[in-house]
């Protein structure tokens, strides 16, 4: 079964927390995460309840947290939410197109809800996590935080008015998803969902393990010389974005984690050697000297 989230960044008015939990459960969707709201009490504000309009389950098991990392655990495809385009960033795309393609990828079909989190599990599915990101409502995502994800989703406007609310993006991404998902139509057979278990695919990283790694990697790289830190360019995106487009799985992950602590040990080990001779080197001066004064 695969989960799915809705992450809000930064967002700054209450009325749009509440709306989004409405969009949300109105497509059969529970799982909400504010990073970094503007208000710390706003799951509780009279104004986001108001807006919610019933959907008071969402809000009470939603979570808060102060980095967009702590947000992404078990996730493994991040959908950023991005009216232009970014250098080094993920390809932009059409909800529809993009969700349908992914759906079918992970072996997802039209079929129906199973469980609030409202998924049709498939072969594939269960080892996965999707997330829609939204960036706060003055100035969208930050460049890093869309560095982070798979495809940047484009909602089509008008051009002449491309102003368009929180709540109702979600509410079109919800959608979107929710049709890719089959509905609320009637659930797979029996024999769909036994066939669907007999391939187990492997357990894909989530986003928080691709941070994990990329850090590690950014701290041998920079060890090794490669990494100027005081001009490091554009090279941790596009890493992120290669890590991202080849879909890790936890294997991969602790083999290329086990490539940068070799290259820390190996950096560390010459330098131990470095010292080592450097102290010998001193040494022999030191009983050079010692003997000439014997001979004098």
Known sequence: MIHTRFILIEP?????VGATARAMKVMGFSDLVLVRPRWENVLRKEETIQRSSGALDVLSQARIVQHLDDALDGMT????????PRDFGPPTQEPKAHL??????????????????????LSGAEQRGIAFLFGSERYGMANEDVYKCQVALRISTNPEFGSLNLAAAVQLIAYEWRSCLGGFGPSKSPADVNRAKDTQPPQLADASQISGLLLHWQQALVHIGFLD???????????NQLFNKAQMTMEEIHIFRGIAKTMLQLVQRQGSSLVEKEK?????????????KDRL
């Open 100 to 121: 349908e393609s992914f759906a079918k990828d992970i072996g997802l079909c039209r079929g129906g809800l199973e469980g609030l989190g409202g998924m049709s599990a």
């Open 77 to 84: 495809h991040l959908c950023a939410t991005a009216m232009t």
């Open 280 to 292: 010998s080197t001193l040494d022999d001066a030191v009983q050079t000297q010692a003997l000439k």
């Open 229 to 239: 830190p005081d001009a490091p360019k554009k090279l941790m995106p596009r890493l």
């Open 12 to 16: 700054s008015h209450a009325g749009n």
